[in-house]
């Protein structure tokens, strides 16, 4: 046999007529050692093939693939392949790999290692997660692990609006050659939705705006902000003190100044910081809720972009 590995598993007696060993036997009397030891290599590889791709439902890795041995001893310790010789041989050989196997693990193959300057997990490289899995268990798995992704990844790019029919970086590997369906990406952005980190921005669920943080954690984000002059950006801003809070603001003589939307959102001031190029539909939104709470006023300009916010903390 040749180094690389089919697509699929071949059928056993074709393979063994093209090695020209004839029909499969189990005696192997009438063969010479070194054909004997031919077909036991490929009866064993064979249906190791089946195995995998009865279990995982997944077809042989492609030739650039490469196939872990802890894997194939686990196969060996099931006690399916049973070849000529003494039982007791065989019995005990499989006890001593029982013994020494390791970690089973699946295939290792060509990895895609990041995405730009986000490094990805590992499960982003197989397959499987790629479809939704049919047993409940392993979809609620596989769900979790993508809506962790997804936040994280627009988190660390400042991603607020994903398009579910638009080419989102996320949504295919071009390492394994796969990509989401229609129906896998609405079911891992509805599970966002659901939590509450994410809003569907139309009724036909083709645009969904992704909140990283909720708008209660903005509306902090911003009063931080306010007080990022004082030096106390490194403190949780829940273990800040109101009144000491409200002592900075007043001291950094924001208090009845004004500040328009734009320069929170791209002004100097907001370099560096969460705030820079926020979504303006979130950034409003966290500003009404710090108004309902008389944390500060806002007024309208001339036009959208002249809106103001007078702090009030």
């Known amino acids: 046999m040749n180094g690389d590995y089919p697509q699929k598993p071949m059928s056993l007696r074709n393979h063994l007529g093209r090695l020209k060993l004839g029909n ?8 010479s050692p070194k054909q004997a030891a031919a077909m036991r290599r490929f009866r064993e590889r064979y249906m190791y093939y089946s195995y995998c791709y009865d279990t995982v439902r997944y077809a042989v ?54 995405l730009g300057e986000f490094k990805l997990p590992q499960f982003f490289n197989y397959p499987p997660y790629f479809t939704l899995q049919p047993v409940r268990e392993t979809r609620e798995k596989q769900i979790q692990l993508w809506k962790e992704l997804i936040l994280d990844y627009c988190k660390s790019q400042k991603v607020f609006l994903i398009g579910v029919e638009e080419d989102f970086p996320l949504f295919s590997n071009s390492a394994i050659d796969k990509t989401l369906s229609h129906v896998a990406r609405e079911t891992f952005l509805s599970a966002i939705v659901g939590e509450g980190r994410a809003e569907w921005v139309d009724k036909g669920h083709r645009k969904c705006l992704v909140l990283w943080h909720r708008i209660q954690d903005w509306a902090d984000i911003i009063l ?20 000491i809070l409200s002592y900075q603001v007043r001291e950094n003589g924001l208090v009845d100044s004004v500040m328009t939307v734009e320069e929170i959102r791209s002004g100097t001031e907001s370099l560096g910081t969460e705030l ?27 036009s959208a972009d002249d809106e103001g916010v007078k702090f009030s903390v």
């Open 24 to 31: 499969f036997r189990r005696d192997y009397s009438t063969i």
């Open 61 to 114: 890795p492609p030739p650039e693939c490469v196939i872990l041995t802890a894997e194939k001893d686990r196969f060996r310790d099931t006690g399916r392949l049973k070849f000529g010789g003494s039982h007791t041989k065989v019995h005990r050989a499989r006890k001593k790999r029982r013994r020494n196997r390791s970690t089973p693990v699946f295939f290792e193959g060509p990895k895609m290692q990041k």
């Open 224 to 243: 931080q902000f306010v007080s990022h002059s004082c030096k106390l950006l490194y403190c949780p801003l829940i273990d800040i003190d109101h009144h």
């Open 276 to 302: 820079q190029g926020i979504d303006r539909t979130i950034l409003m939104r966290a500003l009404k809720l710090l108004e309902n709470k008389g944390k500060l006023a806002l007024f309208k300009g001339s």
